[in-house]
């Protein structure tokens, strides 16, 4: 029986006016937000894609697909409640997460705290098994031209 799997999950999102900046279930302000059908966490949205991944239990589109008005500007912190769950449902825990935010602006050192607080509490893991960096990508790319921001995150789970 296999004791521990990882998963990797990736999402990106342009900025847009319209909404606040919510990187890990947490409001950055002063920083515009990202599109999006829900809120546009694109933090959430790795990290479920990363979860769902080493529970091959399918991804984000497929739980919550932006077809459907029932998720229309929804909370993503509650849509991760929902996936921490499944994946408890299907016999794992998680161990730890390793999530990269890959923006121009605006800068995440001063949130990593309070992201990395927001997020261990909602996976029922303690703080120092979370970690969240914020990377540039030194003007290369859309994402480096400020357009958006990307994120990659790599979940460990663990067998109950």
């Not at 029986?1 to 900046?21: C, Q, V």
């Not at 408890?88 to 607080?117: F, H, K, M, Q």
């Amino acid at each position: 029986m296999e004791n521990y799997r990882i998963g990797f999950g990736y999402d990106s999102h342009r900025f847009t006016g319209a909404k606040p900046l919510r990187l890990g279930g947490v409001t950055i302000p002063g920083a515009p937000g990202l599109q999006g059908h829900s809120d546009g966490d694109a933090l959430v949205h790795a990290l479920i894609d990363a979860l769902l991944g080493a529970a091959a239990l399918g991804d984000i589109g497929e739980r919550f697909p932006d077809s459907d008005p029932a998720w229309q500007d929804a909370d993503s912190a509650m849509l991760l409640d929902r996936v921490v769950r499944e994946v408890s449902d299907a016999g794992w825990r998680v161990g730890n997460v390793d999530a990269t935010i890959i923006c121009e602006r605006p800068r995440l050192r001063a949130y990593a705290s309070d992201i990395r607080a927001s997020l261990a509490e909602r996976l029922h893991i303690p703080m120092d098994s979370v970690s969240v960096k914020g990377k540039t990508n030194e003007g290369m790319d859309s994402t480096g031209q400020g357009v958006g921001l990307a994120v990659h995150c790599v979940a460990l789970l663990v067998r109950r």
